[in-house]
């Protein structure tokens, strides 16, 4: 067994705590640390962080597995493993010192916003970070978070050029958190806004992952990081619905309709309904997998296409709302009892439509890839 199926098999033993700890993780806003902590010792974290820092450097078909797995336990401790996961892919571009400082601890879980929002002035060998970013999903259990900004040359600097998007990475310790995240859906992720005012940070611990190339050779960080992220959303996704189909059937059997002398599974439209969820979500996740495979490939022999790159990210998003669609129908199926806060198709319902609201897999994407598709000339960068 490789150390990637290890934490495959390991996150599947989490799984009935997590389930039984999913209403505390929707109330209180955020993981338990004994889920934190089991996840940490799967491995979760590891897995896209390079072998020579002790990672586990995984096959990203693995990854999915991994993700899709949990998100059908809970959504909340799904997508807090996809964004610990996935910004492992970090540690392959820092240099080895400030890698293996930030991603070498065995606890370490690193999280925070790519977007912008951000102003850092370059000073010597440090910059000094000031801004605030929504969406730190989790910002409680984080030891190291990241914050995207805008830095500017030292002024009078005869080499100024244009201000760089970058990311900065700063200790948890170093943040303000403010207790924002009062949502519809994954309430459990903590995904609050974060804060550093006049911080100083090594340049060093500043990495673009458009503009730098990696240090770490392996093909996981060849894989475009936007696909990356993109991959994770919807295997968050396709586990909430796959978490959705697994309840319904457990209220199918166990419910008979007011009016009716028959359980719900009995009637012919919910089967039907239930044949179609499921004929939905795993060609969805077929064609979603077949693509990740196919962008392995290309990456192990080098280099990525652009189409490609554009077909995975057409593929994450068709697959998170083939899953929002499925969970929906499954949803109105099962009636008045959906709408209970004792029922789990409600935050099914909830944490999935939460999830298609991210960037990374929005309407917008079809745009892009629609042109490279006909053939014009498209912005591939953020593909």
């Excluded at 705590?17 to 089991?38: F, H, K, N, T, Y």
């Excluded at 450097?57 to 797995?69: A, R």
């Amino acid at each position: 067994m490789s150390a990637s199926e290890k934490v495959l098999a390991d996150v599947a033993l989490l799984l009935p705590a997590v389930r039984a700890a999913a209403d505390e993780i929707e109330q209180a806003g955020r993981l338990p640390r004994s889920i934190v902590d089991g996840m940490a010792a799967a491995g979760v974290f590891k897995l896209c962080v390079p072998r020579d820092l002790g990672g586990i450097e995984t096959d990203v078909l693995i990854l999915f597995d991994v993700l899709e797995t949990i998100a059908s336990a809970d959504g909340s401790t799904g997508w807090c493993a996809m964004i610990g996961a996935t910004t492992g892919l970090v540690a392959g571009y820092l240099d080895e010192t400030n890698a293996r400082a930030i991603f070498g601890a065995p606890d370490a879980i690193a999280g925070g916003v790519f977007a912008p929002y951000g102003r850092a002035v370059r000073e010597g060998a440090d910059v000094i970070v000031s801004g605030r970013w929504p969406f730190a999903s989790g910002s409680s259990h984080c030891t190291w978070l990241l914050g995207g900004a805008m830095v500017e040359a030292p002024k009078g600097a005869e080499d100024a050029g244009a201000p760089a998007a970058r990311m900065v990475v700063f200790p948890a310790r170093d943040v303000t958190i403010h207790p924002t995240w009062q949502v519809s859906g994954l309430c459990g992720t903590a995904s609050n806004d974060i804060e550093v005012q006049e911080l100083r940070v090594p340049y060093a611990r500043t990495v673009s992952l458009v503009a730098d190339r990696p240090r770490s050779d392996g093909a996981l960080y060849r894989f475009p990081a936007f696909g990356l992220l993109a991959l994770g959303i919807a295997a968050v996704a396709l586990g909430i619905a796959r978490g959705a189909t697994d309840d319904f059937r457990e209220l199918a059997a166990a419910k008979t309709p007011s009016g009716s002398r028959r359980m719900l599974r009995e009637r012919a439209t919910v089967q039907a309904d239930m044949a179609q969820t499921i004929a939905e979500t795993e060609s969805a996740r077929s064609y979603l997998a077949d693509t990740a495979a196919r962008c392995g490939r290309e990456a192990a022999a080098g280099e990525i296409s652009v189409d490609a790159r554009a077909r995975l990210r057409l593929a994450a998003t068709h697959a998170t709302r083939q899953a929002a669609r499925a969970v929906d129908r499954l949803y109105d199926a099962g009636g008045g009892t959906s709408i209970y806060r004792r029922s789990a198709l409600q935050r099914r319902f909830r944490d999935v439509h939460v999830a298609t609201q991210h960037a990374m897999i929005a309407p917008a994407t079809y745009e892009p890839v629609g042109r490279l598709l006909l053939g014009l000339e498209t912005d591939a960068s953020q593909l």
